[in-house]
Nanobody
């Protein structure tokens, strides 16, 4: 059974940092690209970043370039999202999921990912 468990969210002041973790199980983790997505209240789910099994990174959201980075540990089947210089507009529930196109990140949206976790809430507020 494929499963993702996100953690690391919380309340942080603007300019602060958080590191989210996405622990995966139930499939061949190192054969799949993993994406981070977020969804704010009343908005559609949007892609943030994706990382391939070979550590090729694709940014889906221009707004996070220079502030967010993604990494993966294939030995632990975990993907990380390091978020720095957080802004109030980063407030959202953050989710991870596996690409339905195996190792491929490019040109994909939320509908191209599956086995979603329950999400972790990030709130940026003073």
């Amino acid at each position: 059974q494929v499963q993702f468990v996100e953690s690391g969210g919380g309340l942080v002041q603007p300019g602060g940092s958080l590191r989210l973790s996405c622990a995966a199980s139930g499939f061949s983790f190192d054969d799949y690209a993993i994406g981070w997505f977020r969804q704010a209240p009343g908005k559609e789910r949007e892609g943030v970043l994706c990382i391939s099994p070979s550590d090729v990174v694709l940014y889906y959201a221009d707004s996070v370039k220079g502030r967010f980075t993604i990494s993966r540990d294939n030995a632990d089947s975990t993907v990380y999202l390091q978020m720095n210089s957080l802004k109030p507009e980063d407030t959202a529930a953050y989710y991870c999921a596996a690409s339905l196109r195996s190792y491929y990140c490019g040109g994909l949206g939320p509908a191209d990912f599956g086995s979603w976790g329950q999400g972790t809430q990030v709130t940026v507020s003073s």
